[in-house]
């Protein structure tokens, strides 16, 4: 059962590519164990939303809380310092690195019961089949494997993941949704956005939706499967 302990809260954030006002007043939270979705149609914010936590693009307005830690203003660096993993879109491996490099290259301290490569592997057994391997000579459901090991090997408390069923055949996508179920079962907090919505409602605690920049449902998965105007109106179901 869920602590309701919060690890992420994002409280009313207001964030800006130049003039263009792209989030206005967000606001949602990830409690510590929790798999939270964040979904909608493609330009309405979701990845603003993973920048902004992260801090490659800070809102000019509202707060955000890692735990008890004000992030709103941090870099990146001092964000994922203090737990944050990211599993960028479009994966971002390193293609010229072989497998064990790019995971290897991530790692930090572990703690009691941590991420170490050992466990990666169990976790990923397809990549133990491809340590030597480079990352571009890996399939693109390798390459999402490898990305989320990367964010892992950074014994992160709470992970974002952006869109990580993109581009993928259904099988991989499965997969993914496999993993997926085993890091919420080992307890570990994931902001996911995403886009295939039967992959987001079959592993996720609780569901935000987006539309032009603003959360317009919060609930559970079985909330919003019993929603179907929201379903047809703001991801086209």
């Given amino acids: 059962m869920l602590q309701f302990i919060p690890m992420l809260t994002v409280s009313e954030i207001h964030t800006y590519y130049g ?3 792209v989030l206005q007043g967000i606001s949602l939270s990830v409690q510590r164990g929790e798999v939270v979705a964040l ?3 493609n330009g309405v914010g979701k990845s603003t939303t993973i920048n902004s936590i992260v801090g490659f693009t800070p809102p000019r307005e509202g707060k955000i ?3 008890d830690k004000d992030i709103t203003r941090a870099p990146s660096h ?3 310092r203090l737990g944050v993993g990211l599993v960028p879109q479009g994966r971002r491996i390193f293609p010229t690195l072989s497998v064990r490099e790019n995971i290897t290259l991530a790692s930090r301290h572990t703690r009691n019961g941590g991420w170490t490569f050992v466990r990666i592997l169990e976790t990923f057994p397809p990549l133990a089949q491809r340590l030597n391997n480079l990352g571009s000579q890996l399939s693109g459901g390798e390459q999402q ?3 989320i090991a990367r964010a892992l090997m950074t014994n992160p ?3 974002l993941m952006d869109e990580p069923s993109e581009g993928l055949a259904p099988l991989i996508v499965v997969e993914i949704g496999r993993i997926l179920k085993a890091l919420r079962e080992k ?3 994931v902001l996911l956005v995403e886009q295939n919505l039967s ?3 079959g592993v996720a605690n609780r569901v935000y939706v987006m539309n032009k920049g603003a959360i317009v449902f919060a609930g559970t998965p079985e909330g919003l499967r019993a929603n179907p105007e929201i379903l047809h109106r703001y991801l086209g179901v």
């Fill in 39 to 41: 979904l909608g149609r």
């Fill in 145 to 147: 494997m490898l990305a």
């Fill in 187 to 189: 307890g570990l907090s």
């Fill in 78 to 80: 001092v964000t994922a």
């Fill in 65 to 67: 809380l890692l735990r």
């Fill in 199 to 201: 992959l987001a409602l």
């Fill in 19 to 21: 003039d263009s006002h």
């Fill in 157 to 159: 408390e709470l992970v």
